[in-house]
């Protein structure tokens, strides 16, 4: 089974209907959730997806102990991207972070 050192840091402004019209299912739901991707492989499954998605931005918040970058994933269906311009519409602002304890 792979290791999943990647930290997913989400901070969703609203989910298009694209993302529910084309759905991309993560490498876990395309192994039947009998492995977990390998840092490599999620971070190719997150630039898949802001390459799909124009409500998608792949950014990155910092790195990790053994230098990886740590992603950002931010969600908008009116690419409202920019923090400042999020909090600006008055809509929610909500982060969800996550990690299968990476094995850093």
């Not at 991707?37 to 390459?51: K, V």
């Not at 990886?68 to 972070?97: C, I, M, N, W, Y």
Request: proline share 6%; hydrophobic share 45%.
């Amino acid at each position: 089974m792979h290791r999943c050192a990647a930290c997913l840091v989400a901070v969703v402004l609203g989910v298009g209907r694209a993302a529910a019209q084309d759905p991309a299912p993560t490498p876990a739901e395309r192994e039947q959730f009998l492995a977990t991707p390998s840092y490599a492989e999620t971070l190719s499954y997150l630039r898949d997806l802001a390459a799909r998605w124009d409500g998608i931005a792949l950014r990155t918040f910092g790195h990790s102990a053994e230098g990886r970058e740590l992603p950002l994933v931010v969600v908008s269906k009116d690419r409202t991207f920019d923090p400042a311009a999020a909090h600006a519409t008055g809509r929610a602002v909500v982060l969800v972070q996550n990690g299968i304890h990476a094995a850093e």
